[in-house]
């Protein structure tokens, strides 16, 4: 088991559609999630949306540029 059954927050970096975070949905309170294809991001705010995930902040743009302006403490990263 890769995951632990809870964690307080999950960060996907290279999110593409977000098949990952939307898996894991259930086990946590936010996810934020980062992908610099614009059409992704759209792809993958429309999956969140038709899985009802609300708790999920899309960031577009760069992994590195991103990473740099968020003052965040994540329990479980995904990198794909």
Do not use: M
């Amino acid at each position: 088991d890769w995951c632990p059954e809870r964690v307080d927050s999950i960060l996907d970096l290279y999110s593409v559609v977000g098949v990952f975070h939307l898996a894991l949905a259930e086990r946590t309170r936010r996810i934020v999630a980062v992908e610099s294809s614009a059409s992704a991001v759209n792809d993958n705010r429309l999956n969140a949306k038709l899985h009802g995930v609300q708790h999920l902040d899309i960031f577009d743009g760069d992994v590195r540029a991103v990473l740099r302006d968020l003052d965040d403490d994540f329990e479980l990263a995904i990198l794909d």
